[in-house]
């Protein structure tokens, strides 16, 4: 069996955020969606599980869910093939509800580009863009 990762985010309108991740280019499986979760394909092996509330909360051992809108607990980066991919992958988050900022890598743009997109609920994506050519080193 490949390996795969599941990245499960509570959201406070299941609907609303299954929409803004299809609009991001995930793409919902129904087998495992239903009224309290959305599982949404990012590739083979990338799975983001949008949970309510609620049940998000039945993973968490009394722990309370963190206000992802003030506070934050990852980034989860993706890389995209283009400086274009990354620019529309941001855009299409702002004009679905979301929002994003510049990244400053510190690297030239033409090597490295990127945003921090925030959801519906405030978490945080890093779509991003790394030329073949980049040398961390130099």
């Known amino acids: 069996m490949n390996k795969q990762i599941f990245i499960n985010l509570p959201v406070s309108d299941l609907s609303a955020s299954t929409q803004f991740y299809q609009e991001l280019g995930f ?5 495992f969606s239903n009224e309290s979760a959305s599982c949404m394909v990012w590739s083979d092996n990338i799975f983001v ?3 309510m ?3 998000y909360k039945s993973f968490l051992a009394g722990k309370e869910i963190a206000d992802t809108k003030k ?3 990852v980034l989860i980066a993706l890389s ?3 400086k274009e991919a990354v620019q529309q992958f941001a855009d299409t988050a702002k004009q679905n509800g979301g929002d994003y ?5 510190g ?3 033409d090597l490295m580009f990127g945003y921090e997109v925030q959801d519906l609920d405030g978490h945080t994506w890093e779509p991003m863009w790394m030329s073949p ?3 961390p080193e130099h």
Do not use: C, I
Not at 27 to 31: G, M, R
């Open 71 to 73: 506070t934050s607990g």
């Open 80 to 82: 995209l093939e283009s």
């Open 49 to 51: 599980m949008l949970l």
């Open 101 to 105: 900022y510049q990244v400053d890598s």
């Open 27 to 31: 793409t919902k499986n129904p087998t």
């Open 107 to 109: 690297a030239p743009a």
């Open 53 to 55: 509330h609620d049940f």
């Open 133 to 135: 050519d980049f040398d």
